[in-house]
């Protein structure tokens, strides 16, 4: 498997992606958006994942020159500036998309954007862009609402969501189905039954920012998303 690191510009400053390539010529692109921790080796492992099932894999940088946070107070100062500027995260993650669609193998007609956590919010904001692409998916993702394009929601949403994620309380998601519904949007939500924040991460163990590993759930959502993926793709 041939992985690299790539970079790319969005208003004069530089991004640093993480690429997997499959072995066939042609293939699907999915971009990967990162957690609130940054473009760290979790997600360039998921990146060689879907590799492996066939997927040109794109890694995002939501921060710019790769930046990683170390402890949760620098995650969280890297993660708030885009959570309060919408507008700006839009850009970004638009930005990262124009990009992936230039790298050698892309079927530019067969794109997705899957997301962990914070990155599950950058996938939705880029189908709120009004984007075109197949489909998005969120995994533990932040479900606030925010502006949609006058175009509307051109791609599925599929969101896979821990029924006791304390960052995702019932009201959001409430609000989060409204919101898709209204937009007229091919959406859909899998809720796992006593499952936390961060669900997919094997080292996620922090019962006071609501965090845990599901095996199960892990297991599940990843099934979720390839039977996703064989939908928008086919």
């Known amino acids: ?36 921790a940054g473009r760290d080796p979790f997600v360039e492992e ?15 940088d939501m921060y710019g020159n790769g930046k990683v946070g170390l402890t949760t107070e620098e ?20 930005a990262a998309l124009t990009n992936g669609k230039s790298l050698k193998g892309v079927d530019i007609n067969n794109i997705a954007a899957i997301g962990y956590c914070f990155g599950g919010l950058v996938v939705l904001d880029l189908a709120r862009s009004g984007t075109e692409l197949n489909g998005v998916v969120s995994f533990h993702g932040l479900l606030m609402g925010s502006d949609i394009a006058e ?23 409430d609000e989060f189905q409204k919101e898709m519904t209204e937009a007229k949007a091919d959406w859909q939500l899998h809720s796992y039954g006593n499952t936390y924040h961060a669900f997919t991460n ?13 095996e199960d759930s892990n297991k599940r959502s990843w099934q979720s998303m390839k ?3 064989d939908e928008i793709f086919s």
């Open 46 to 60: 998921k990146a060689k994942q879907l590799a492996e099932l066939g997927y040109v894999a794109m890694a995002v």
């Open 202 to 214: 094997p080292d996620a163990n922090d019962p006071s920012l609501g965090t845990q590993f599901s």
């Open 1 to 36: 498997m041939k992985t690299e690191e790539i970079t790319y510009q969005y208003e004069d400053k530089d991004y640093l992606g993480f690429v997997a390539y499959p072995e066939k010529e042609i293939a699907p692109l999915v971009l990967i958006a990162h957690t609130w």
């Open 151 to 173: 175009t509307g929601i051109k791609s599925k949403v599929l969101v896979l969501h821990g029924e006791r994620d304390p960052m995702v309380p019932l009201e959001m998601v």
């Open 75 to 94: 995650n969280q100062s890297l993660m708030t500036p885009l959570v309060e500027n919408r507008d700006q995260l839009k850009g970004i993650i638009n």
């Open 227 to 229: 039977n996703f993926f």
